[in-house]
C-alpha cells in the first residue's frame, strides 16, 4: 500500500500562483508514475500533469505553459507549480500515484481560484 498526503491548497486572486505537494510513503516497491487530477463540480475527474520515472512529463492542454509538475525521488515527493491560474482552474486537486502493485489516490486538496 501507498498512502498519499498532499498539501498546498487554499484560495487564491486570478494571476497568482500556488505550489502542490504530495509525499508518498508506504510501499517499498518504486513508484513508476506520480500525478495530479483535478475534479471541479459537475464534471469528471481529469488529469492536470503527470511526471513518468521522475523523467518524461504530460501536461493537460489547458495548463500548458502556467504548470510545472516535478519530483524530488529522495523525498519521495511531487509538486505541481501553478502560475497565472485562472478561475477555471478551481477545483479539488487530487495526487496519483501508480507502482508495480497498483494506483493510488491522495484524500484532495481544493484549489480556488476567485477574486
Known amino acids: 500500500q501507498v498512502q498519499l498526503v498532499e498539501s498546498g491548497g487554499g484560495l487564491v486572486q486570478p494571476g497568482g500562483s500556488l505550489r502542490l505537494s504530495c509525499t508518498a510513503s508506504?510501499?517499498?516497491?518504486?513508484?513508476?508514475?506520480m500525478g495530479w487530477y483535478r475534479q471541479a463540480p459537475g464534471k469528471q475527474r481529469e488529469l492536470v500533469a503527470k511526471i513518468i520515472s521522475g523523467l518524461s512529463t504530460n501536461y493537460a492542454d489547458s495548463v500548458k505553459g502556467r504548470f510545472t509538475i516535478s519530483r524530488d525521488n529522495a523525498k519521495n515527493t511531487v509538486y505541481l507549480q501553478m502560475n497565472s491560474l485562472k478561475p477555471e482552474d478551481t477545483a479539488v486537486y487530487y495526487c496519483?500515484?501508480?507502482?508495480?502493485?497498483?494506483?493510488?489516490w491522495g484524500q484532495g486538496t481544493q484549489v480556488t481560484v476567485s477574486s
Open positions: 496519483n500515484a501508480h507502482n508495480a502493485l497498483g494506483e493510488y
Open positions: 508506504g510501499s517499498s516497491f518504486s513508484i513508476i508514475v
